[in-house]
């Protein structure tokens, strides 16, 4: 398909995409105008629920109605890239993530109201889930982003703060909502102190492919899918993140080159681990494409 990357991503979303991707999209690439920001909650609203929660597949490897943590961390950072993560929504998220936080303050990776609704094999439900860095660190830090101050968030931050500094073995889902966390909270110094011992990990357990040509050498954690990797620019978002220091300039530009060259004649992005119902790799792979434009301008890499 002939075109910038952005022409042939554009083409991409108006021929897969859902409603929210689409207008993410538009606000993001093509019209930043407040009708466009307001385009994209309203599509995002369609997804939130009475209790203050958002659900409806909304992370589309959680299906169902109900509202999940992981959906509401997915609306949040919406809401965040559109500018919107603050006043009576945060108000609204925060009293429902106080409901369902388990006892350390913490939220669960999956509450147990999905119970019955279909989700990803690998997402265990129970009726007494524990606290999850995965959950908690990207709400928290989208909050913190935001300057929101809410009771649920002190003990949410303590509870990340002593996730993090007891990680040992870990693995990149965990490793990225840590980085979620660290690069917004308020406490900037001890912020640093933990990525510096979070990026040590990251390189000493083989977390992080750094040549993408030789990324069959790395070992996969268990349970991911061929070909799950994850590469730099997967921790470092744009070039303010902690966790850009992890990694050399010669690193980091390997992987942005590999990151624009994964762009598909269709114009998108791959998913990169398990499509395991019909909708699923559909619905992602939207999503995926706006977040690697979203990296490869913050960058400064060509796009139109």
């Known amino acids: 398909m002939p075109g910038t990357p952005l022409a042939r991503a554009e083409h991409f979303v108006w021929l897969t995409a859902r409603v929210l991707e689409q207008r993410r999209f538009t606000y993001h690439f093509l019209d930043d105008s407040d009708a466009a920001v307001d385009a994209v909650e309203t599509a995002l609203n369609a997804y939130r629920n009475d209790d203050g929660g958002f659900g409806h597949a909304l992370e589309p490897d959680l299906r169902g109605p109900v509202s999940q943590p992981l959906h509401t961390a997915h ?7 559109i500018g919107r993560c603050g006043g009576q929504r945060a108000e609204r998220v925060c009293r429902y993530l106080t409901e369902v936080s388990t006892a350390e303050g913490a939220l669960p990776a999956v ?19 524990e606290g999850a860095l995965l959950a908690t660190g990207p709400v928290v ?4 982003a935001n300057e929101v101050w809410h009771a649920w968030l002190f003990r949410a931050t303590d509870f990340c703060w002593a996730a993090i500094e007891a990680l040992d073995s870990t693995h990149p889902y965990e490793v990225q909502a840590a980085v979620a966390f660290l690069d917004a909270v308020p406490d900037r110094a001890r912020a640093r102190d933990a990525a510096h011992r979070l990026g040590k990990a990251v390189r000493d357990q083989q977390l992080v492919v750094l040549d993408p040509d030789r990324a069959d050498r790395c070992p996969l954690p268990a349970g991911y899918a061929p070909g799950e990797y994850h590469f730099a620019y997967d921790y470092a978002r744009g070039p303010e993140s902690l966790a850009r220091q992890w990694f050399s300039d010669d690193e980091l530009e390997r992987s942005l080159d590999f990151l624009a060259a994964e762009q598909g004649d269709d114009g998108g992005w791959p998913m990169r681990w398990r499509a395991w119902a019909p909708g699923t790799r559909s619905e992602w792979r939207p999503i995926i494409t706006v977040e690697a434009l979203l990296t490869l301008r913050a960058y400064g890499r060509p796009i139109i």
Do not use: F, K, M, N
């Open 111 to 129: 509450h147990p109201s999905l119970r019955g609704y279909p989700a990803a094999p690998w997402i265990p439900v129970t009726e007494t889930p």
């Open 141 to 144: 830090g989208a909050l913190h």
């Open 75 to 81: 609306a949040l950072r919406v809401l965040d890239g």
